[in-house]
């Protein structure tokens, strides 16, 4: 393993590793593995949700030209408090195609 110190705190790491920090609270936006844009729909969206409290404001679009100008967007606001995998989910902006699903992890 190696050794990495971060300000005082000092962790060990398996070689060929890259350890992710994340806040008290945070949440992470995941997709299924896809090969390549368009290779299968971003019908549902995965969060990897932390422990402690946090708010995180999702944007999502077609990812493939300008229709967001006109739009064509969304942007959901999560929020999270506790232990528990889970965050309640409010739409502040709807003009696009919504989430089939939200998973929480």
Do not use: W
Not at 7 to 15: K, Q, Y
């Amino acid at each position: 393993g190696i050794l990495a110190f971060v300000g005082a705190v000092c962790f060990l790491a398996a070689a060929g590793a890259c350890p992710m920090f994340v806040k008290e609270g945070g949440m992470i936006p995941t997709y299924e593995l896809a090969q390549y844009v368009g290779e299968k729909p971003y019908d549902t969206l995965k969060m990897r949700v932390y422990p402690g409290n946090g708010t995180y404001l999702h944007y999502q679009d077609n990812g493939a030209d300008f229709a967001y100008r006109d739009g064509a967007y969304n942007v959901y606001e999560f929020t999270h408090e506790g232990d528990k995998k889970e965050a309640s989910v409010q739409m502040k902006k709807e003009g696009y195609t919504k989430y089939k699903n939200i998973l929480f992890e």
